[in-house]
């Protein structure tokens, strides 16, 4: 019943900009840590940005400066702006929500970003 749903993907060109969204339904994400990851061809998945209760934010240093993580607990949804993009930053982009203290953890389907000129 639970289901977080990606979209906003795409092909972009070198430089240019992009948001992406997670949409959820049998879930509240007031309680939730919230997380954009991604994973390219051939490499593991990575952590890209958080989000936490309270608003607090972290980044992987690749993305610090250009990415930006945010969350709407009243619609249910998280966004990632992505600015400034490279070729490295190709990958299928997933959304994932935890609650540790519930044993609480889900994973949208993915996105597919594809940076290119």
């Known amino acids: 019943q639970v289901q977080l749903v990606e979209s906003g993907g795409g092909l972009v060109q070198p430089g240019g900009s992009l948001t992406l969204s997670c949409a959820a339904s049998?879930?509240?994400?007031?309680?939730?840590?919230l997380a954009w990851y991604r994973q390219a061809p051939g490499k593991q998945r990575e952590l890209v940005a958080v989000v936490v209760p309270g608003d607090y934010t972290d980044y992987a240093d690749s993305v610090k400066g250009r990415f930006t993580i945010s969350r709407d607990v009243i619609k249910d949804m998280v966004y990632l702006q992505m600015n400034s993009l490279k070729f490295e930053d190709t990958a299928v982009y997933y959304c994932n929500a935890k609650w540790a203290a519930i044993g609480a953890a889900y994973w949208g389907q993915g996105t597919q970003v594809t940076v290119s000129s």
């Open positions: 049998g879930i509240s994400f007031s309680d939730y840590t």
